[in-house]
Antibody, heavy 115, light 108 residues
Framework: QVQLQESGPGLVKPSETLSLTCTVS????????WSWIRQPAGKGLEWIGR???????NYNPSLKSRVTMSVDTSKNQFSLKLSSVTAADTAVYYC?????????WGQGTLVTVSS | DIQMTQSPSSLSASVGDRVTITCRAS??????LNWYQQKPGKAPKLLIY???SLQSGVPSRFSGSGSGTDFTLTISSLQPEDFATYYC??????????FGQGTKLEIK
């Protein structure tokens, strides 16, 4: 059974960079697309972007200038960096496997942007 | 980018009812439409992929239909555990895998 686990700081200061890692267990990270998705409290889901195990990426146009994703196949991990954060970036961040739909999800991690 | 519009935004129903949620895309997305269920404090769960294919382990009372711009999720007989928020999501355009705004299904 594939499992995903997000990790990273729960508190980030405004203007700094949010960094999260997703560790995949129970299966190989290879040959799939992997995505980050976020959800502000009480609101809907926003797709941030996706990365293939080759390192190829696609980002949400509204976030593209601030997003960088990377993958480390040797560690079965992929990562998200979101720069110049503001309070509007406060949300639960999920990592997910993009197959036919997002079929496996992490439990989510709350990231708060505050000084 | 492709906009996804769900209706209704909220819905009250009773156990045993048949419920339909609709999702409309701003342009044709063929059958690249997925449905999710989300309960409070939990990650979304994939129910239906490719518009009408039931994800493994999902009860058969859930079904999906549609293609092009108009799609529906149907729950044939509501169970207590089905009260949740439902989202549609298009996977047609890698410029943005957009989600609908959600439909909250509440107990009447």
């Amino acid at each position: 059974q594939v499992q995903l686990q997000e990790s990273g700081p729960g508190l980030v200061k405004p203007s700094e960079t949010l960094s999260l890692t997703c560790t995949v267990s129970g299966g190989s990270i290879s040959s799939y697309y992997w995505s980050w998705i976020r959800q502000p409290a009480g609101k809907g889901l926003e797709w941030i972007g996706r990365i293939y195990t080759s390192g190829s990426t696609n980002y949400n146009p509204s976030l593209k200038s601030r997003v960088t994703m990377s993958v480390d196949t040797s560690k079965n991990q992929f990562s998200l960096k979101l720069s110049s954060v503001t309070a509007a970036d406060t949300a639960v961040y999920y990592c997910a496997r993009a197959n036919w739909g997002f079929d496996y999800w992490g439990q989510g991690t709350l990231v708060t942007v505050s000084s | 980018d492709i906009q996804m519009t769900q209706s209704p935004s909220s819905l009250s129903a009773s156990v045993g009812d048949r419920v339909t949620i609709t999702c409309r895309a701003s342009q044709s997305i063929s059958s690249y439409l997925n449905w999710y269920q989300q309960k409070p404090g939990k990650a979304p769960k994939l129910l239906i992929y490719a518009a009408s294919s039931l994800q493994s382990g999902v009860p058969s009372r859930f079904s999906g239909s549609g293609s092009g711009t108009d799609f529906t999720l149907t729950i044939s007989s509501l169970q207590p555990e089905d009260f949740a928020t439902y989202y549609c999501q298009q996977s047609y355009s890698t410029l943005g895998y957009t989600f609908g705004q959600g439909t909250k299904l509440e107990i009447k």
